[in-house]
């Protein structure tokens, strides 16, 4: 799978079909390649690459003991590169599609998603969702984050990727204007929330309302 790169970071069950976000994936690098800032492209696909060396363990193989260190190593790296991208972001902006490259903008992404420091997040949401509504970058892996957020404020989620497991049954959790909910998750390259509910299903062996 060519840009298995990107898909690895997903969250699981979230994203349209495989081949068509490979299909917009391919129409954006054709489109910007390798983006205009060729350091900072290398500089957060290494950072990238920190993220997701620290997280090739499988956890289920592993002792509590063990279980424990790498948690705790995993902690430390978010914490390091988080700083990184926060040092990035001070000093050009957000990497855009078109700054970076898709995957290097992808990584960007996904380090903010593993940060530790909510408060940086949340300086970021707004301006995020504005850049992947214009889209100058790719909002999938942002959605999960953008509705953790709102719920810690004791607000819907946006776009329905959060929900409440209680015994074998879930309920997605409260969403805000729940007719445009599939518009609002197609525009961001998620599957349609019948599709999600499925999956969630299949994947917990729960029964999702």
């Known amino acids: 799978m060519k840009y298995a790169w990107i898909l690895a970071g997903l ?5 349209l079909p495989a081949q068509d ?30 993220d997701s060396v620290i997280r090739r363990y499988d956890f289920d193989r592993l002792t509590e003991a063990q279980q424990r260190m790498i948690t705790d190593q995993i902690k430390a790296a978010d914490r390091l590169t988080s700083a990184q991208l926060k040092e990035i972001v001070a000093e050009k902006g ?13 990584d960007a992404i996904r380090v903010l998603v593993h940060s530790p420091d909510r408060e940086f ?6 301006k995020l969702e504005k850049l992947a509504n ?10 999960p984050m953008i509705d953790t957020l709102l719920r810690a404020e004791g607000k819907p989620q946006r776009y329905g990727t959060q929900f409440t497991a209680k015994g074998a049954k879930a309920t997605i959790d409260p969403v805000e204007d729940p007719d445009k909910l599939d518009e609002r998750r197609a525009a961001w390259l998620l ?3 019948s599709e999600y509910k499925r999956d969630l299903m299949g994947l917990y062996r729960l029964q999702v309302e």
């Open 94 to 106: 957000w990497p855009t599609i078109k700054m970076v490259g898709v995957q290097a903008c992808e």
């Open 21 to 50: 976000f490979e299909a917009k994936v391919r129409d954006l690098v054709k489109q910007y390649g390798r983006g205009t800032d060729e350091e900072l492209r290398l500089r957060l696909i290494d950072i990238g690459d920190q």
């Open 11 to 15: 969250a699981l069950a979230v994203t």
């Open 191 to 193: 599957s349609p929330m």
């Open 121 to 126: 997040q949340k300086s970021l949401a707004a």
């Open 134 to 143: 214009a889209g100058e970058i790719l909002g999938t892996n942002l959605a």
